[in-house]
């Protein structure tokens, strides 16, 4: 039971921190390893709060995914860029940001892009969870 749990889990995992780093090449021109950790997290995480607010709405489901991606992204540059200094992205130019590693604008994008990402997730881990079981 939980062997395929984490499988299913590791597959989705895998799916979101190979589209995080796909989004980043398109969008910026290059991503970074570490990237593949995030990505990989904040689909999942974007998966679940889809799945738990799914009678909310739009509004709450792309602002309770925003806020989590940012937090996520938040997290992660304290440590990959602050704290290990692999300088991976520095918002600190941007309008509104916190220490360099998020900024408002980002944060309305993830929101956006989650509402994308919540239909993509359920599709996948519908199909990752035939095939394991």
């Known amino acids: 039971m939980y062997r395929k749990r984490f499988g299913c889990f590791l597959l989705l995992f895998c799916m979101g921190g190979f589209c995080y780093n796909l989004i ?9 390893w570490s990237m593949f950790f995030v990505g990989g997290s904040c689909f999942h995480l974007i998966g679940r709060i889809g799945n738990r ?41 941007m309008f509104a940001n916190l220490h360099g590693q998020v900024c408002l604008l980002y944060t309305v994008l993830w929101g956006f892009l989650s509402l994308l990402a919540v239909p993509i997730y359920r599709f996948a881990e519908q199909k990752v969870r035939l095939m394991i079981h």
């Open 24 to 32: 980043e090449i398109l969008w910026r021109g290059y991503s970074h």
């Open 53 to 93: 607010l799914r009678s909310r709405g739009a509004l709450a489901v792309g602002s309770a995914c925003a806020l989590a991606v940012t937090a996520v992204e938040y997290i992660s540059g304290l440590v990959v860029n602050l704290r290990l200094k692999l300088n991976v992205w520095d918002y600190s130019h």
